[in-house]
């Protein structure tokens, strides 16, 4: 909300743009009033309200946390008060009876060491003209209508209530606020989806619904974990599951809370959502503009190294070197040029700058002294990865990319929407940024987190999955935490190589699926699932396709 702005009462109250600059939406204020004796969950009411597909903003406004005694007494002063009410009338009060229930729930949880903090929410809603900013009020006074009750601010009260939205405190504001009573896990677990700190002082980060049902689920990643080690963790569920949301609070709040930076690598360009909030260093990755050497140094031994090339090679080849007579000359081959380009070196100290191109290794495998099989061999690979071969710029060449961290605090996006049509690039830049990442990650035992969204992306190739596989085993050493992220649980343990990836994983958190549950009844890996923790999969919501 640019500019100024001024408050109009037709058809509804709320602020109109004044003057420049121009094409600034209308905006209506709304607050709570009531909330309701009803049940609220990681789903509901918050999450119904974020699901409406048109610009709206929410703050919650904490301005009170009740002293024990304080709350204690609040609460048997109301079930005192409705139980005097109930007593003296002949009709059915549902209502009463219900908050009454409610007051005596949260004194448990009073006693069991939680708080009573004060609670209210603001609303507002945006449109480019009065019928829509209309229609899109009502919509969410609908949708929230079960839970709490909502109504647009009155007059000035619109620019009040627009306040709350800026950094004011509420005791600083000319309001009248409209406060209601919420305990800390009811008041965790209903913002907990959106990244919220929680009041409680138990550490760790909201996670959601336990495997037995249990609200909410909070793990520590950092300070319970075995000798200091990192957990790795696979998320799986199906487009508008909710997954990229999730994962972008949870490494806001890494981030926000405990300092825990991240590299986050995915296909869609939904990190511009972090970028924009946290002002993150993000590369788009491109065909045309980018440039990445395989033959970087990732590993400090020469052995190490040679394989994690040879990997790199077999994905753009599309073909494996070994396994019969052929491709066993050729890998003993390739293996053999390397070997003259690394040896000597000490790759610990080897810059991206030092390392050799592939016309170097072409050149080697050309010399007149080597075998016509190894000739052919050069030719095949300077036909695809030299000149204008379909990975010639991206693959032959100095990498462009600094990998390095400036500070060990600083967060890092790698996006590679710019070349999505291509599959093979995909999965050789998905490679190529984690094994980069590897390098610098194992020169430390700092906490981060490596998040690798659309994973399946490199594990259709055999060669970059046995490599995610092997970084995945070394980075938890080092204290990275790895997320894979992908569609289908059934993806992970239909094959006997990506069943490894999945054991390495210990922590999985499960979305909405979109077919493939039977994967949780009969797999192995399954069998203390019971029937609850199925029938919870299969009720879990999915929020739209986007």
Known sequence: MRGEYRIKASPLWHLEPVGRPSGRPLVSLLGT????????????????????????????????????????????GVITAMQAHLATTRALDTASQLQIADCQAALAELHAGQALHDVQLKVAVAADDLATLKARVEEV???LKPFLGLRVALGSEQVTTARYFSTQATGRLDARPSLWPMTSPALALTLGFLGIRKLAPR????????????????????????????????????????KTFALNCYL?????????????????????????AFHIAAYSLSARRTCLNPHDPVYPRIGEQIAHVIRLYETFLQRPLGGDPSSNIQ????????????????????TPAEAPLIEDVVDTLSTPRVREMAREFAEEIAGLAIGSGPYGHFLNGHTSVDFSIAGEEQPRIFTFHEMEEDKVLVAIAY????????????????????????????????????????????????????????????????????????????????FAQRGGEDVFAHDPAFAPYTAQHRKIIAELQRYGSS
């Open 33 to 76: 009033y009531s909330f309701k004796s009803v049940e609220w969950t990681f789903f509901r009411p918050l999450a119904l309200l974020f699901a409406l597909s048109f610009p709206l903003a929410l703050a919650v406004d904490i301005p009170k946390t009740w002293q024990p005694h304080e709350a204690v007494a609040k609460l048997e």
């Open 141 to 143: 006074r609908q949708r």
């Open 203 to 242: 550490p760790g980060i909201i996670r959601g619904m336990s495997a037995g049902g249990g609200w909410p689920y909070i793990y520590d990643d950092w300070e319970t974990s075995a000798g200091k080690k990192a957990v790795h963790e696979l998320w799986v569920g199906a487009t508008g599951s909710g």
């Open 252 to 276: 806001a709040r890494s981030l926000a809370h405990y300092g825990i930076p991240f590299d986050l690598l995915e296909p869609m360009g939904h990190g511009r959502l972090l970028d924009a």
């Open 331 to 350: 890998a003993a081959l390739l293996s053999q040029a390397l070997y003259r380009h690394y040896q000597g070196k000490d790759l610990t100290r080897m």
């Open 431 to 510: 490679a190529q940024v984690l094994a980069a990442l590897m390098r610098t990650a194992l020169s430390n035992d700092s906490p981060r987190v490596i998040a690798v969204d659309e994973v399946c992306r490199m594990m259709r190739h055999p060669s970059l999955l046995r490599f995610l596989i092997n970084a995945v085993k070394t980075l938890r050493t080092r204290r990275k935490k790895v997320i894979v992220i992908d569609q289908q649980m059934r993806v992970f343990v239909a094959d006997p190589q990506a069943r490894l990836l999945f054991e390495n994983c210990p922590i999985r958190v499960i």
